[in-house]
């Protein structure tokens, strides 16, 4: 079973360039999320799709865009990207409402790097 | 402001031996704590729940515990293996919203050495 699968896994990116990350879930969950992982801090919510059709802001949310294109895929997207956007980007899924255990399921991370 | 700390930072033990790893928390109203482990390189994976009324739950040797009274949680390892070289994230879920409504910390990173 692929899970959460995200894509690039890899990126090097200048100042100002811009990017997609993908990101697709297979378990057929409502919600899904964008998280970022810095050195010494917690796992930190950048934008979540509650349904299929929504989007909202978390804790870190400037300078990102999101789009809920269907149920199964989620992107994050980065317009004009800066050294502060360096950091390991996570994509996960949870089931909510029946069948919900509250157990977010994570992809493998895509490795985020702005020269 | 809810939060959730980790303790120790780091830990490095001996295979076979056995370890805790604490978590404290100041999230409220609580509604379960999830311990998960991130190999290096890997996405976090759950490895068990703790609701309210739990106390205790064991998942092969991950074994942890909640006292909501202090707002502590621990994991114990019981004789480690070189697999459990990791970071384990506590993930505390505040009742009323979905994964918005979650505080981790910070992780305590693990290393099993022969």
């Known amino acids: 079973n692929a899970g959460v699968t995200q894509t690039p896994k890899f990126q090097v990116l200048k100042t100002g360039q811009s990017m997609t990350l993908q990101c697709a879930q297979d378990m057929n969950h409502n919600s899904m999320y964008w998280y970022r992982q810095d050195p010494g801090m917690g796992l930190r919510l950048i934008y979540y799709s509650a349904s299929e059709g929504t989007t909202d802001k978390g804790e870190v949310p400037n300078g990102y865009n999101v789009s809920r294109l269907n149920k199964r895929e989620f992107s994050l997207r980065l317009e004009s990207a800066a050294p502060s956007q360096t950091s390991v980007y996570f994509c996960a899924s949870r089931a909510t409402g029946t069948g919900d255990t509250g157990e977010l399921f994570f992809g493998e991370g895509s490795r985020l790097t702005v020269l | 402001k809810n939060q959730v700390e980790q303790s120790p930072q780091s830990l490095i033990i001996l295979e076979g031996k056995n370890c805790t790893l604490q978590c404290n928390y100041t999230v409220s109203p609580f509604s379960n704590l999830r311990w998960y482990k991130q190999d290096t390189g890997r996405g976090p994976v759950s490895l068990t729940i703790?609701?309210?009324?739990?106390n205790t739950k064991s998942n092969g040797r991950y074994t942890a515990t909640l006292d909501a009274d202090t707002k502590q949680s621990s994991l114990h390892i019981t004789a480690s293996q070189l697999s459990d070289s990791a970071s384990y994230i506590c993930?505390?879920?505040?009742?009323?919203?979905?994964?918005?409504?979650?505080?981790f910390g910070t992780g305590t990173q693990l290393k099993v050495e022969l």
């Open positions: 703790m609701t309210f009324s739990e």
């Open positions: 993930v505390v879920s505040g009742r009323g919203g979905g994964g918005n409504k979650l505080t």
